[in-house]
C-alpha cells in the first residue's frame, strides 16, 4: 500500500524593485558608491548608485518556472544541455528599437553593460538572498524607454571526474527574464543611465538553501550539485536502525521534482520514497541537508563555505492505522511572487 504524505510546505518570497538613474556626465563620479555588501560573515565591496527610492517591478513567474526548473534538473542530474551562457542582460525597448545591456562585470566608461553583486544573509534564522544587477549605458546614445526587462541565469558547480586535483565544471541554465517593469524615460547623448534591479529570496529555511538558485554573479559563488558534495536526504525511522544522519535507517534522496505555476506562485514538489516493510500506523522521518558553495575562480571543488541543518518530524497517514510497503513523502515548496 502507498500513501503520500507531506513533509513540510514552505512558502518563499520573492520580491523585485528597480530604479533608474539619469545623471549629467559630470556627476558620473557622485552617483557610484562603494558599499559593503556580505555572503554570511564575509563582507565584500561593491561599486553601486544610490538604493533609495526603488519601484516595485514585475516578477516574471513563467520565466522564473522555467529558470528553477533547469536549475534543479542540474542540482539533481549533475548536467545541462546549456553551455555558458551570458550571466545577465537588460533590454530597453526605445522608439527606434531594442538596447540591450550585457554583462561586463563592472562599471565602465563609453559603453554599456550589467554587473551583479550577489549578498546572503540570516534573518530570524532563515536566510535571504539577494541579487543587485547594476546597468549602465555610459555612451553618447539618445533614446526613449518604455519598458525594461531583467534577464539572468544560474549556473550550479560540478566537476570534471578523474582530474588531480579535482576540477570545477560549471553547468548552467539559459538565459531567462525574470522580471520587466513599465516605465518612460529618456537618456540624451550628454547624460548617462545606471538601472538598478535588486532581485530578492525571502524567509529561506536552511535545509531549502539547496533550492534557491545561484545566479551568476560578481562573487563568483555557486552551489556545489548532489554528485559532488551538496546533500539533502530524509531517513525513515524503522525501529530497527541508526537514526541520525549520516546513519543506516533506510533512506532516499533527490531524484526527481514536478513544477507548476498557480497564479503568481511558482510550486516545485520534491518526492522521497523508500521501502518500508509495513505495520506502522505513523512514520518518523530526520531531514539531514549541506549545501556547499564554491569560488569559481578557485580551480578546485572544494567548499568556502556551507550551509548544514536538520530536523525530526513524525507524520501520520491520511488513513488511520495504514500498513505502509511503500513510503512516499513530498516536500512541497511555493516560490511566491511579489
Not at 523585485?16 to 554570511?40: A, H, P, S, T
Not at 526603488?54 to 516578477?59: E, G
Request: charged share 10%.
Amino acid at each position: 500500500m502507498q500513501r503520500k504524505l507531506v513533509i513540510r510546505k514552505e512558502l518563499v518570497k520573492i520580491k523585485g524593485n528597480y530604479k533608474v538613474i539619469i545623471v549629467k556626465k559630470e556627476d558620473f563620479l557622485k552617483v557610484l558608491k562603494v558599499v559593503k555588501l556580505r555572503i554570511l560573515h564575509k563582507e565584500y565591496e561593491a561599486l553601486m548608485p544610490p538604493l533609495d527610492g526603488m519601484l516595485k517591478n514585475n516578477i516574471d513567474v513563467n520565466g522564473l518556472a522555467v529558470l528553477l526548473t533547469q536549475y534543479m534538473s542540474i542540482i539533481v542530474t549533475d548536467s545541462s544541455t546549456a553551455y555558458q551562457t551570458t550571466p545577465a542582460q537588460m533590454a530597453l525597448y526605445t522608439q527606434s528599437g531594442t538596447v540591450t545591456l550585457t554583462y561586463t562585470g563592472s562599471v565602465n566608461i563609453n559603453t554599456q553593460g550589467v554587473s551583479v553583486y550577489l549578498q546572503i544573509f540570516e534573518n530570524n534564522g532563515n536566510y535571504v538572498y539577494q541579487y543587485y544587477y547594476v546597468g549602465y549605458d555610459t555612451t553618447g546614445a539618445s533614446y526613449t524607454t518604455s519598458k525594461v526587462e531583467l534577464y539572468a541565469s544560474a549556473y550550479v558547480g560540478g566537476s570534471i571526474p578523474n582530474t588531480q586535483p579535482p576540477c570545477c565544471q560549471a553547468y548552467y541554465t539559459d538565459i531567462i527574464r525574470i522580471a520587466y517593469a513599465d516605465v518612460s524615460f529618456t537618456k540624451d547623448s550628454n547624460s548617462y543611465l545606471f538601472i538598478v534591479w535588486l532581485i530578492q529570496f525571502q524567509n529561506v529555511p536552511p535545509y531549502l538553501t539547496l533550492f534557491i538558485p545561484t545566479l551568476q554573479n560578481n562573487a563568483n559563488i555557486q552551489t556545489v550539485d548532489l554528485a559532488n558534495g551538496s546533500k539533502f536526504t530524509v531517513y525513515f525511522n524503522n525501529n530497527a536502525c541508526n537514526f541520525t544522519c549520516g546513519g543506516c535507517c533506510p533512506s532516499a534522496s533527490l531524484t526527481g521534482f514536478v513544477t507548476y505555476v498557480q497564479g503568481n506562485v511558482v510550486v516545485m514538489e520534491f518526492p522521497v520514497m523508500v521501502a518500508l516493510g509495513g505495520g506502522v500506523s505513523t512514520v518518523e522521518m530526520l531531514v539531514c541537508s549541506t549545501t556547499n558553495y564554491i569560488n569559481t575562480d578557485q580551480s578546485n571543488v572544494f567548499p568556502i563555505f556551507s550551509i548544514s541543518y536538520s530536523f525530526q518530524t513524525t507524520l501520520s497517514p491520511p488513513v488511520g492505522g495504514a500498513q505502509f510497503y511503500l513510503g512516499l513523502a513530498t516536500i512541497t515548496v511555493a516560490f511566491q511572487t511579489a
